[in-house]
């Protein structure tokens, strides 16, 4: 049982060679750009997984993109209303709550013994629809209501997400054998995954090196909303549904794509305000790792006895 642990442990170990090796940061910029196509490379091998056919929209997946929105907003015009002198709160709590729903999500669902086809249509309104609010709500946070801001954003989500999503469905359509790749793959996409981490912890790393007059108190704060929010989400989207979907509801709301947002807040925020997302890595990914426990544990006891 103890192996359902052993994934959130290694997040730690792209986490401390990142702070190890700050100056690896420089992999993220021109002409390298190691996140942006780190992230399109994991888009496409999701989105290769995904048949249209198996897509059954349900109100309760409307409501859980509506909470996801609303877990994005709220938080932030809270926090900007009540720190306005510190604008990194609500920024981080922005990013945090309005990331979609993570490519891993499904398969805890499926772990768990839930409906693996209604994870996967919530997986894809989620994403889709979350990108496209971007392109008004990046502005709004940003307060940047530009046409070529707009343009930017446009530009941005087109290469991160629309461009590896066309081009998946295209190809599945081609070479309908394709949709295995990614299960064939697994350990090339967990390494995509961490090598992402390693280069955002250089990041923020170098971020502090560069600003040391950063608070503590500050970060410790994102950490907290981290926190909180992931707790809001798992506890509410348990709630958007009747009882038979509560469990894939609350996995959809609250295991999040933070490589997507950590990679935004990066292009249009800064560093301070991805720790956000980052922190968020560790709450869900423990959160997961307990609930995937529990359940191995009363499997276990059920089936021992059954055997006595």
């Known amino acids: 049982m103890l192996k359902t642990f052993t994934r959130p442990a290694m997040i730690f170990i792209p986490f401390l060679l990142g702070a190890l090796f700050p100056q690896v940061h420089v992999l ?7 996140v942006r196509w780190a992230l399109t490379v994991m888009v496409f091998m999701s989105c290769l997984q995904i048949r249209f056919s198996e897509l059954k929209p349900r109100k309760e997946h409307w409501y859980l993109l509506g909470a996801n929105l609303l877990m994005g907003t709220l938080p932030y015009f809270a926090l900007k209303l009540l720190f306005p002198q510190n604008p990194s709160l609500a920024d981080a709590a922005f990013f945090v709550g309005i990331t979609p729903t993570a490519t891993a999500a499904p398969v805890v669902v499926a772990f768990l013994n839930g409906r693996i086809g209604f994870a996967l249509t919530g997986f894809t309104i989620t994403n889709v629809f979350v990108s496209l609010s971007l392109l008004f709500l990046l502005p709004m946070v940003t307060g940047q209501f530009t046409a070529s801001f707009i343009g930017r954003v446009a530009v941005t989500l087109l290469q991160v997400i629309a461009f590896p999503f066309m081009t998946a469905v295209i190809l599945r359509t081609i070479r309908p054998k394709l949709r295995e790749l990614p299960k064939k793959l697994k350990t090339f996409s967990f390494l995509l995954w961490s090598f992402t981490l390693f280069i955002l912890a250089a990041i923020a790393r170098n971020y502090f090196i560069e600003n040391p007059h950063v608070s503590m108190w500050n970060v410790a704060g994102i950490a907290l909303i981290s926190a909180v929010i992931c707790f809001c989400n798992f506890w509410f989207g348990k709630y958007l549904a009747p009882r038979r ?32 997302p980052i922190f968020y890595i560790f709450c869900h990914n423990m959160w997961n790792a307990w609930q995937m426990y529990c359940y191995d544990r009363r ?4 089936d021992s006895h059954r055997k006595s």
């Open 28 to 34: 993220n910029d021109p002409p390298y750009n190691a």
């Open 245 to 276: 979907y509560r469990r894939e509801c609350s996995q959809l709301l609250g295991q999040k794509n933070t490589t997507f947002t950590m990679y935004l807040a990066l292009h249009y925020a800064s560093a301070l305000v991805a720790m956000g």
């Open 299 to 302: 499997r276990f006891l059920r």
